[in-house]
């Protein structure tokens, strides 16, 4: 598969912000499995700034892989690589990675004051099995398949050329920034009648901002008029996302909560939040597209790595946090070591426990190990 060293780029920083974004939250001030009381409020601001764009950018990549990897795999080649890829280290990471998260927060919280080994009998009682921050594997995973018959159809000619007609009509009518309005309809229609966010079930609003921002990235990854288009108006859409979510964040989010709701209503709400999620979308997408189109070493080890950084990272971010608050570290250098312990112990668990060995690498949905002479340039294996 001929890898994009754009989406790639993105995916690394997308990622590498989801752990920094997960260290903040037990000193943001925010709910989350183990609170300090000592709390930073900035970094709930800079939370609350990616919290508009984070998640929808890398369903936005999920999607624009999901086209490239059925340009190289085939339909039935994909549905195989998307059960081994996903379902797999999926269940493998409720049953053995998401557990000691939960024993730590119910050991911290007093609901339990036994050894880990006393408390694994209880790991998969109901209440406390839970794929906490895995919930976006499982997403990934039914919309790939429930998508499927779409981003088949747009891989078709007539959906080549419908695709080509509707990117140059956008590139020469600025239309794209219509794109925004399915978004607004999803939360003003769904939003009211949805439960259980992450959960999947009952998650109207999530399952349909997830599908739309996935075939947005099919569209968006594998239509050169739009991406011609985003790069010429990157530093634009970022002076729009500065702007609407300046209007977001003085004008709503500084209100009681939901004091927005009753001021603006959801119909004002929801164009707003949408707009900005989409200016933003548009943005990194375009200076990614712009700048960053080469694929050091560094990029390509980075890559490897992120499925099991992004597997491993909460488990030993809860451990750290746990750690810290019980001797009372203050919140900024307790923020700062629970990022450096969070890379550095989650490295050297992939160095040294993923990484090296053919049996535990499907479990982290990495690809078999390639013998080095096989990967030589010129060879089938580096091709």
């Not at 989801?18 to 037990?26: P, Q």
């Not at 990272?313 to 900024?332: E, W």
């Not at 070591?337 to 690498?361: D, N, S």
Request: glycine share 8%; charged share 10%.
């Amino acid at each position: 598969m001929d890898r994009r060293a754009d989406l790639d780029w993105l995916r690394v920083a997308a990622f590498g912000l989801l752990i920094l974004y997960h260290a903040a939250f037990a000193w943001s001030g925010w709910g989350w499995h183990l609170n300090s009381t000592d709390t930073l409020p900035w970094l709930a601001e800079i939370m609350r700034f990616t919290n508009r764009w984070r998640i929808p950018m890398i369903y936005m990549i999920a999607g624009g892989a999901i086209g490239l990897s059925l340009a190289s795999h085939g339909a039935v080649g994909f549905m195989i690589d998307r059960l081994r890829r996903l379902a797999l280290p999926l269940v493998f990471g409720v049953l053995v990675i998401v557990p000691p998260q939960i024993y730590l927060e119910r050991r911290y919280n007093g609901q339990f004051a036994g050894s880990f080994l006393q408390w694994l009998p209880h790991a998969y009682d109901r209440g406390n099995l839970a794929w906490v921050h895995l919930w976006f594997i499982g997403y990934i995973l039914v919309l790939s398949f429930v998508l499927l018959p779409l981003f088949l159809a747009m891989r078709t000619p007539a959906g080549r050329a419908a695709q080509d007609w509707l990117a140059r009509t956008m590139a020469r009518t600025q239309m794209h920034w219509l794109m925004a309005a399915p978004l607004a309809v999803a939360m003003l229609v769904l939003g009211p009648i949805s439960r259980n966010a992450q959960y999947l079930i009952g998650d109207w609003y999530g399952l349909s901002l997830a599908a739309l921002l996935m075939l947005y990235g099919d569209f968006v990854f594998n239509t050169p008029p739009i991406l011609a288009l985003l790069r010429r108006q990157c530093w634009l859409a970022v002076a729009v996302g500065c702007a609407t979510f300046t209007a977001l964040d003085v004008v709503i989010f500084h209100r009681m909560p939901n004091e927005h709701v009753r001021l603006f209503g959801l119909p004002v709400y929801a164009p707003l939040l949408a707009l900005n999620m989409i200016v933003w979308l548009f943005a990194f997408i375009g200076l990614g597209s712009r700048y960053l189109t080469r694929r050091p070493p560094f990029l390509v080890q980075a890559t490897e790595a992120l499925y099991p950084f992004y597997m491993l990272h909460q488990t030993v971010t809860v451990a750290a946090v746990y750690g810290l608050l019980v001797f009372h570290v203050p919140a900024l250098p307790g923020y700062l070591l629970t990022v450096l312990a969070t890379f550095g112990v989650t490295w050297m668990i992939y160095a040294w426990g993923v990484r090296p060995w053919p049996w535990v690498r499907p479990l982290f949905g990495m690809k078999p190990l390639v013998p080095r002479a096989a990967a030589l340039p010129g060879s089938p294996a580096a091709l």
